[in-house]
T-cell receptor, first 115, second 118 residues
């Protein structure tokens, strides 16, 4: 079974600074998808960024980028120029490709942005 | 309405009550999901529906009964719940690609229903 580990329960970052959230996963599959979701205090879970395992290039989305290390099974999220609105729970998630829709989530990292 | 909506947003019920949670997706997706989110635990997948057919029941107790009348609506009927069932219940939807049954699209979530069982 796949597992997703987020080892940082809480993180804080100064506004306008950069922060990196860690995620590792365990799988025996070679083709899969990885996601970072953000859940602000209002609770709506929002997709931040997504990475296909077969793509070597790291995904980016504006101020958000990932460092995908397939061999190490690591998928960290970097938030640049942090803003107050970035404060939220961040969940790392994994999904097999090939007809299997089950998404495995990590336990989450709570990010605090300090003005 | 856009995206995935859920009603009610908050629900308090006694252990003998019967209530239902409703989810509606406005994204034209063909798959819908129920998740349970408890504090300090990863999201737990409860049920998966593809094209209105249940394709996964993740060992959920029978006091939770899902219903999917069409691809846009999903219900979770609740009866004789326990206090440990108190949690945030999230609905999600995605587009499942038919050929080979592979799903390559992302799941989009609703805002959730905060359920408290007294």
């Amino acid at each position: 079974a796949q597992t997703v580990t987020q080892s940082q329960p809480e993180m804080s970052v100064q506004e306008a600074e950069t922060v990196t959230l860690s995620c590792t996963y365990d799988t025996s599959e070679s083709d899969y998808y990885l996601f970072w979701y953000k859940q602000p205090p209002s609770r709506q879970m929002i997709l931040v960024i997504r990475q296909e395992a077969y793509k070597q290039q790291n995904a980016t989305e504006n101020r958000f980028s990932v460092n995908f290390q397939k061999a190490a099974k690591s998928f960290s999220l970097k938030i640049s120029d942090s803003q107050l609105g970035d404060a939220a729970m961040y969940f790392c998630a994994y999904m097999n490709s090939g007809g299997y829709q089950k998404v495995t989530f990590g336990i989450g990292t709570k990010l605090q942005v300090i003005p | 309405e856009t995206g995935v909506t859920q009603t009610p947003r908050h629900l308090v019920m006694g252990m003998t009550n019967k209530k239902s949670l409703k989810c509606e997706q406005h994204l034209g997706h063909n798959a819908m999901y129920w998740y349970k989110q408890s504090a300090k635990k990863p999201l737990e997948l409860m049920f998966v529906y593809n094209f209105k057919e249940q394709t996964e029941n993740n060992s959920v107790p029978s006091r939770f009964s899902p219903e999917c009348p069409n691809s846009s609506h999903l219900f979770l009927h609740l009866h004789t719940l326990q206090p440990e069932d108190s949690a945030l219940y999230l609905c999600a939807s995605s587009q499942v690609i038919l050929a080979g049954g592979s799903s390559t699209d992302t799941q989009y979530f609703g805002p959730g229903t905060r359920l408290t069982v007294l």
